[in-house]
């Protein structure tokens, strides 16, 4: 609750009063499928590129280990995220539950902005708050238990002290951890805690938006906290087809892209 107070001290960010403003999560990006590279590729060329500013809320690759894991695949994405920021969109970056190891030089060489999660946003004149959305699975106490221990700083230094092709083996090892005990727990218990996402609300003074990701539920849920009005978007992965919140004066709108087939 600490963080969540300290974030809450910082000056919300104002996205340029461009046109509109996208917000993407849980892109899982890997080489092992190009095609869902390709259209985020596509998807960064013609539709983030009409934008003021994009946000990427986590899980942008499948995982990852380290900034010094740059392979050809990594470049080709960085090169992307560059050339947009180049043409003057701004590129915001929040950490997942895969990709908190996203550090500087990858910002750097991306031309993003790492964000806080949460983070409070001032999105055309609505407070709105932005979270990968993990931290609020509470109920999932084996996953709770694992998050505190990796996103301790100095486990992750000690972590990344390793050379990469022994840091990538012990991925490997909890990733397939993981998807075992994944297929033990229920949907309920992988699931956002009402009470946690209601206390994060309400810590942040009852921004009118909530938008995160991670659960891999797109919906739009309208909810009372303590007499407010929220509205909780929550946005969808991208495996068999891309999808993006676009948010401008009118609103917000979730919108999906064609599927996309393996081999194209
Ligand atoms: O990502 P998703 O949605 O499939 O599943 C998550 C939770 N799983 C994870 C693990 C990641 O998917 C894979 C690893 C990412 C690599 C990060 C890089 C750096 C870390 C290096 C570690 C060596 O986040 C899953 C949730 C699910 O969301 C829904 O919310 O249920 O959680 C789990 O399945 C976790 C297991 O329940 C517990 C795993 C315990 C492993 C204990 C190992 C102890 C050693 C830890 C330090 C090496
Ligand atoms: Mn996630």
């Keep these: 609750m600490k963080k969540v107070r300290d974030n809450l001290a910082s000056s919300p960010v104002s996205p340029d009063a461009f046109s509109h403003v996208l917000f993407i999560s849980d892109l899982h990006l890997c080489a092992s499928r190009p ?6 590729l596509d998807f960064i060329k013609n539709t983030a590129s009409k934008a003021s500013a994009l946000y990427i809320l986590g899980d942008l690759f499948e995982y990852w280990a380290g900034d010094d894991d740059v392979d050809a695949h990594h ?30 030089k990858f910002c750097h060489s991306a031309q993003i902005t790492l964000l806080p999660d949460p983070t409070l946003i001032d999105l055309y004149g609505k407070k709105t708050l932005l979270s990968h959305g993990d931290a609020l699975c509470t109920d999932d106490l084996a996953y709770q238990s694992f998050r505190l221990q990796v996103r301790n700083t100095s486990w992750q230094a000690q972590f990344l002290s390793q050379p990469l092709q022994s840091r990538k ?13 994944k297929s033990q727990k229920s949907m309920l218990i992988m699931d956002v805690n009402q009470e946690a996402v209601e206390a994060l609300i309400a810590a942040y003074d009852y921004p009118a938006l909530f938008i995160h990701g991670h659960t891999h539920r797109p919906n739009e849920h309208h909810t009372k906290v303590s007499g407010h009005d929220i509205t909780r978007w929550v946005l969808g992965d991208w495996y068999e087809q891309g999808s993006y919140l676009i948010c401008s004066e009118n609103g917000c709108k979730a919108i999906r892209l064609p599927e996309v087939q393996a081999g194209n």
């Design 35 to 40: 095609h869902i590279t390709n259209a985020f």
């Design 75 to 104: 470049q080709v994405i960085i090169t992307a995220f560059s050339t947009l920021a180049d043409s003057g969109v701004k590129i915001y970056f929040m950490h997942g539950n895969r990709d908190f190891l996203i550090a500087e």
């Design 169 to 181: 083996q012990q991925i490997e090892a909890i990733r397939l951890r993981s998807e075992q005990e």
